[in-house]
Nanobody
Framework: QVQLVESGGGLVQAGGSLTLSCAAS????????MGWYRQAPGKQRELVAT???????NYADSVKGRFTISRDNAKNTVYLQMNSLKPEDTAVYYC?????????????WGQGTQVTVSS
């Protein structure tokens, strides 16, 4: 089993920045892929960004150039640096770990952390 614990959410004004962290614990093997997804009220959960244990990244078009995903494999922790935040970034952000770098293996989710961007 794998446990994911997110931190760093909060309230920020438009144009501001936040950094999310997600620490994974338990039975973790590599390669794997970790990432961030978000779900706004009334909308489906969507991909924000992912990063493989080999540091290959993927971003949603809506966050390219504003968000940066990174990870520390020694700490099994993934980060999401969010800059130039917009009200439409408001959502619950969820951390995800997939046991395969392809993203097609067993996966685990964190409990979510709220990000609210005021206009």
């Amino acid at each position: 089993q794998v446990q994911l614990v997110e931190s760093g959410g909060g309230l920020v004004q438009a144009g501001g920045s936040l950094t999310l962290s997600c620490a994974a614990s338990g039975s973790i093997s590599r390669p794997n892929v970790m990432g961030w997804y978000r779900q706004a009220p009334g909308k489906q959960r969507e991909l924000v960004a992912t990063i493989t244990s080999g540091s290959r990244t993927n971003y949603a078009d809506s966050v390219k150039g504003r968000f940066t995903i990174s990870r520390d494999n020694a700490k099994n922790t993934v980060y999401l640096q969010m800059n130039s935040l917009k009200p439409e970034d408001t959502a619950v952000y969820y951390c995800n770990l997939n046991r395969r770098a392809s993203g097609l293996g067993p996966e685990y989710w964190g409990q979510g952390t709220q990000v609210t961007v005021s206009s």
